[in-house]
């Protein structure tokens, strides 16, 4: 059973093998990270682990029983109880409910961990799977002017109910 486990040191190389093997299926809906992002990948990595040690940002692996990376799932810009969310899963996984359950429990982690009431998530609007998948971990679409870009939809979901 994968487990969603928060980023550390040790599965740098797990992730670099994971987006290595995914480039072109993910190129396909989102733009490319290029050449520079695997040549600079140590750097990139090590300013992650700061990022989340600061709380900027909080990060995700969802790792198999095999050590094996399947998605990634992240929490950027924490601040004021609200946060972004993103995410990428493997193709091998794609289209199987992966990406909706761990969002599902991401969203439970936000609240729990990180004390967050609210996630955002922007997606293409060529990228109707990962829609799809905001959906149906119930996150509403929303006027994408109140978050400062009309180029994408954005979808939003209110972790912690007001009483």
Same mark, same amino acid.
């Given at each position: 059973?994968?487990?969603?486990? @928060?980023?550390?040191?040790?599965?740098?190389?797990?992730?670099?093998?994971?987006? &290595?093997?995914?480039?072109?299926?993910?190129?396909?809906?989102?733009?490319? $990270?290029?050449?520079?992002?695997?040549?600079?990948?140590?750097?990139?990595?090590?300013? *992650?682990?700061?990022? @989340?040690?600061?709380?900027?940002?909080?990060? %995700?692996?969802?790792?198999?029983?095999?050590?094996?990376? *399947?998605?990634?799932?992240? *929490? %950027?810009?924490?601040?004021?109880?609200?946060?972004?969310?993103? %995410? &990428?899963?493997?193709?091998?996984?794609?289209? $199987?409910?992966?990406?909706?359950?761990?969002?599902?429990?991401?969203? &439970?982690?936000?609240?729990?961990?990180?004390?967050?009431?609210?996630?955002?998530?922007?997606?293409?609007?060529?990228?109707?799977?990962?829609? &799809?998948?905001?959906?149906?971990?119930?996150?509403?679409?929303?006027?994408?002017?109140? *978050?400062?870009?009309?180029?994408?939809?954005?979808? @939003?979901?209110?972790?912690?109910? @007001? $009483?």
């Amino acid at each position: 059973m994968p487990k969603l486990k @928060q980023l550390h040191a040790d599965h740098a190389p797990a992730v670099l093998a994971f987006e &290595r093997a995914n480039r072109g299926y993910f190129a396909a809906s989102v733009t490319d $990270r290029g050449d520079d992002f695997f040549d600079k990948f140590t750097d990139r990595y090590s300013a *992650l682990l700061a990022e @989340q040690e600061a709380g900027i940002c909080a990060f %995700y692996v969802l790792v198999a029983e095999d050590g094996a990376v *399947l998605g990634r799932f992240n *929490l %950027y810009d924490l601040e004021d109880g609200t946060a972004e969310l993103g %995410y &990428r899963v493997a193709q091998h996984v794609a289209g $199987r409910g992966v990406a909706t359950a761990t969002v599902w429990e991401l969203c &439970r982690l936000a609240v729990a961990r990180h004390g967050l009431r609210t996630l955002r998530a922007g997606t293409s609007r060529e990228n109707v799977a990962s829609q &799809r998948v905001l959906v149906k971990a119930a996150f509403v679409l929303v006027d994408p002017a109140d *978050l400062g870009d009309t180029s994408v939809p954005w979808y @939003q979901r209110d972790l912690v109910v @007001q $009483r």
